[in-house]
Protein backbone atom coordinates (compact mmCIF):
# COMPACT_ATOMS: atom_id res chain seq x y z
CA UNK A 1 0.00 0.00 0.00
CA UNK A 2 1.49 3.57 -0.78
CA UNK A 3 1.39 6.53 1.73
CA UNK A 4 1.23 8.88 -1.24
CA UNK A 5 -2.64 8.63 -3.01
CA UNK A 6 -0.89 9.75 -6.24
CA UNK A 7 1.31 7.17 -6.43
CA UNK A 8 1.11 4.52 -8.98
CA UNK A 9 0.79 0.94 -7.51
CA UNK A 10 3.68 -1.33 -8.82
CA UNK A 11 1.53 -4.33 -10.33
CA UNK A 12 1.87 -7.68 -8.87
CA UNK A 13 5.51 -9.72 -8.95
CA UNK A 14 5.12 -13.05 -10.27
CA UNK A 15 8.15 -15.66 -8.88
CA UNK A 16 9.78 -18.66 -10.46
CA UNK A 17 10.58 -21.32 -7.97
CA UNK A 18 13.26 -23.46 -9.72
CA UNK A 19 16.63 -21.99 -10.29
CA UNK A 20 15.21 -18.60 -9.46
CA UNK A 21 13.80 -18.71 -5.91
CA UNK A 22 15.60 -22.13 -5.13
CA UNK A 23 18.97 -23.02 -6.81
CA UNK A 24 18.19 -26.12 -7.61
CA UNK A 25 15.33 -28.15 -8.86
CA UNK A 26 12.61 -29.12 -7.16
CA UNK A 27 11.60 -32.62 -8.82
CA UNK A 28 15.07 -33.28 -9.22
CA UNK A 29 15.78 -33.13 -5.10
CA UNK A 30 12.38 -34.71 -4.96
CA UNK A 31 13.50 -37.99 -7.13
CA UNK A 32 16.72 -38.11 -5.11
CA UNK A 33 15.01 -38.19 -1.74
CA UNK A 34 12.38 -40.55 -3.00
CA UNK A 35 15.58 -42.77 -4.49
CA UNK A 36 16.92 -42.84 -0.89
CA UNK A 37 13.87 -43.14 1.19
CA UNK A 38 11.23 -45.24 -1.04
CA UNK A 39 13.41 -46.13 -4.00
CA UNK A 40 10.87 -48.97 -4.69
CA UNK A 41 8.69 -46.62 -5.97
CA UNK A 42 11.16 -45.42 -8.43
CA UNK A 43 9.44 -48.14 -11.44
CA UNK A 44 5.74 -46.89 -10.61
CA UNK A 45 7.09 -43.05 -11.26
CA UNK A 46 9.00 -44.53 -14.74
CA UNK A 47 5.36 -45.63 -15.90
CA UNK A 48 4.07 -42.22 -15.18
CA UNK A 49 6.13 -40.32 -17.72
CA UNK A 50 3.77 -41.99 -20.29
CA UNK A 51 0.46 -39.65 -18.74
CA UNK A 52 2.69 -36.31 -19.22
CA UNK A 53 4.94 -34.33 -17.24
CA UNK A 54 2.42 -33.00 -14.97
CA UNK A 55 1.46 -36.58 -14.22
CA UNK A 56 5.24 -37.49 -13.64
CA UNK A 57 5.22 -34.44 -10.90
CA UNK A 58 1.75 -35.42 -9.24
CA UNK A 59 2.91 -38.99 -8.63
CA UNK A 60 6.12 -38.07 -7.05
CA UNK A 61 4.85 -35.15 -5.40
CA UNK A 62 2.28 -37.45 -3.68
CA UNK A 63 5.29 -40.28 -2.82
CA UNK A 64 7.46 -37.64 -1.17
CA UNK A 65 8.11 -33.40 -0.54
CA UNK A 66 11.23 -31.74 -0.32
CA UNK A 67 11.62 -30.52 3.08
CA UNK A 68 11.63 -26.67 2.18
CA UNK A 69 13.51 -25.43 5.21
CA UNK A 70 16.59 -27.64 3.78
CA UNK A 71 16.47 -26.52 -0.16
CA UNK A 72 18.96 -23.98 -1.48
CA UNK A 73 17.61 -20.69 -1.06
CA UNK A 74 18.66 -17.78 -3.28
CA UNK A 75 18.92 -15.63 -0.54
CA UNK A 76 19.30 -12.29 -2.84
CA UNK A 77 16.42 -13.05 -4.27
CA UNK A 78 14.32 -13.96 -0.94
CA UNK A 79 15.66 -10.41 0.48
CA UNK A 80 14.35 -8.43 -2.42
CA UNK A 81 11.08 -10.05 -2.29
CA UNK A 82 11.01 -9.62 1.50
CA UNK A 83 11.79 -5.98 0.83
CA UNK A 84 9.17 -5.96 -1.91
CA UNK A 85 6.28 -7.24 0.24
CA UNK A 86 7.13 -4.42 2.73
CA UNK A 87 6.64 -2.27 0.69
CA UNK A 88 2.79 -3.35 0.13
CA UNK A 89 3.58 -5.74 -3.25
CA UNK A 90 1.55 -8.01 -4.41
CA UNK A 91 3.93 -11.58 -4.64
CA UNK A 92 2.88 -14.30 -6.98
CA UNK A 93 4.61 -17.97 -6.71
CA UNK A 94 4.37 -19.36 -10.43
CA UNK A 95 5.99 -22.27 -11.21
CA UNK A 96 6.00 -25.25 -13.37
CA UNK A 97 6.52 -27.68 -9.90
CA UNK A 98 3.58 -29.63 -9.06
CA UNK A 99 1.38 -27.46 -6.78
CA UNK A 100 2.21 -29.32 -3.28
CA UNK A 101 5.68 -28.41 -3.86
CA UNK A 102 4.97 -24.49 -4.65
CA UNK A 103 2.77 -25.03 -1.56
CA UNK A 104 5.47 -26.37 0.94
CA UNK A 105 7.84 -23.63 -0.62
CA UNK A 106 5.21 -20.48 -0.23
CA UNK A 107 4.10 -21.76 3.37
CA UNK A 108 7.62 -21.78 4.13
CA UNK A 109 8.55 -18.33 2.80
CA UNK A 110 5.23 -16.75 4.28
CA UNK A 111 5.63 -14.05 1.32
CA UNK A 112 2.78 -14.84 -1.54
CA UNK A 113 -0.12 -13.95 -1.87
CA UNK A 114 -1.27 -16.18 -4.72
CA UNK A 115 0.84 -19.79 -6.19
CA UNK A 116 0.24 -20.44 -9.61
CA UNK A 117 1.71 -24.38 -10.18
CA UNK A 118 1.25 -27.61 -12.13
CA UNK A 119 -1.91 -29.40 -11.17
CA UNK A 120 -4.77 -31.06 -12.93
CA UNK A 121 -2.65 -32.42 -15.76
CA UNK A 122 -2.18 -28.78 -16.77
CA UNK A 123 1.79 -28.25 -16.77
CA UNK A 124 2.19 -24.55 -16.14
CA UNK A 125 5.50 -24.26 -17.94
CA UNK A 126 6.37 -21.29 -20.26
CA UNK A 127 3.19 -20.47 -22.41
CA UNK A 128 0.84 -22.57 -19.99
CA UNK A 129 2.53 -20.61 -16.76
CA UNK A 130 2.01 -17.08 -18.92
CA UNK A 131 -1.89 -17.86 -19.47
CA UNK A 132 -2.54 -18.96 -15.84
CA UNK A 133 -1.05 -15.85 -14.81
CA UNK A 134 -3.58 -13.86 -17.26
CA UNK A 135 -6.14 -16.43 -16.34
CA UNK A 136 -5.50 -14.80 -12.59
CA UNK A 137 -4.77 -11.48 -13.13
CA UNK A 138 -6.84 -11.10 -16.54
CA UNK A 139 -5.66 -7.96 -18.88
CA UNK A 140 -3.48 -6.22 -15.98
CA UNK A 141 0.32 -5.75 -16.13
CA UNK A 142 2.91 -7.66 -14.08
CA UNK A 143 6.59 -8.17 -13.52
CA UNK A 144 8.49 -11.34 -13.77
CA UNK A 145 11.62 -12.83 -12.36
CA UNK A 146 12.70 -16.26 -13.64
CA UNK A 147 15.85 -18.21 -14.58
CA UNK A 148 15.08 -20.27 -18.04
CA UNK A 149 14.51 -20.09 -21.95
CA UNK A 150 11.21 -21.81 -20.99
CA UNK A 151 10.06 -18.19 -19.36
CA UNK A 152 10.70 -16.44 -22.54
CA UNK A 153 6.49 -15.84 -23.03
CA UNK A 154 6.49 -14.41 -19.89
CA UNK A 155 9.50 -12.02 -20.08
CA UNK A 156 8.24 -10.82 -23.36
CA UNK A 157 4.72 -10.07 -21.79
CA UNK A 158 6.28 -8.42 -18.43
CA UNK A 159 5.92 -5.24 -17.72
CA UNK A 160 9.27 -5.30 -15.97
CA UNK A 161 11.82 -8.61 -16.48
CA UNK A 162 14.29 -9.84 -13.44
CA UNK A 163 16.71 -12.58 -14.40
CA UNK A 164 18.48 -14.77 -11.61
CA UNK A 165 21.63 -16.58 -12.86
CA UNK A 166 21.15 -16.29 -16.48
CA UNK A 167 23.45 -18.31 -18.99
CA UNK A 168 24.61 -15.79 -21.86
CA UNK A 169 22.16 -17.32 -24.47
CA UNK A 170 19.14 -16.54 -21.80
CA UNK A 171 20.45 -12.32 -21.44
CA UNK A 172 20.76 -12.50 -25.00
CA UNK A 173 17.23 -13.84 -25.94
CA UNK A 174 15.48 -11.70 -23.78
CA UNK A 175 17.32 -8.31 -24.47
CA UNK A 176 16.24 -8.65 -27.57
CA UNK A 177 13.81 -5.80 -27.50
CA UNK A 178 13.85 -5.84 -23.99
CA UNK A 179 15.31 -3.95 -21.14
CA UNK A 180 16.69 -6.27 -18.07
CA UNK A 181 15.71 -4.36 -15.10
CA UNK A 182 17.71 -6.48 -12.68
CA UNK A 183 20.30 -9.10 -12.79
CA UNK A 184 20.44 -11.24 -9.99
CA UNK A 185 23.56 -13.27 -9.63
CA UNK A 186 24.43 -17.25 -8.90
Known amino acids: MRSDPGEREEPPLCVDLDGTLVATDTLRVSLGLLARRRPWLLL ?15 YVATCILPDAATL ?3 TTVVDFLRAERARGRRLILATAADHRIAACAAQHLGIFDAVIATEGGDNRKGAAKLAAIRNLLGDKEFDYIGDSLDDLPLFHAARKVFLVAPGGALLDRVRRGRTVDRVFPD
Do not use: D, I, L
Open 72 to 74: PWR
Open 44 to 58: PAAACVVGGRAAFKA
